[in-house]
């Protein structure tokens, strides 16, 4: 089981509006805060910003659009850690867990987090 209180959370797209809306709530919570996001002018996040972000994470947390999400589930899964959990900030559930239990070999939480950035 996971301690909250000493657990490494990654956000990927930690940038846009739920990721910014929870990087923001969740500050100073956690021991530590990991937002992994496009480098400027990229399309696609970097296997150097993948292997300095992903590994020694408790909790990975996708929150990117879902026409991105099997492409950027693809590019980190062979990062996650094998004792980590996995959930994301996607309003339907259906197309996001099938991409992620079909491509990572951790736990996978679906989630919602019943609001929106500006509710």
Known sequence: MIDITTATICIIGASGQMGTLFKTLWAGKFKELRPLDLEEGRSRLTEEQIKNTIPGSDIVIF???IKKLKEVVTSVASYLPANCVITDFSSV???????IERNCLVPV???HPLFGPES
């Open 109 to 111: 939480v679906g989630a």
């Open 63 to 65: 929150s990117v659009p």
């Open 93 to 99: 559930k259906m197309i996001p867990m099938e991409v």
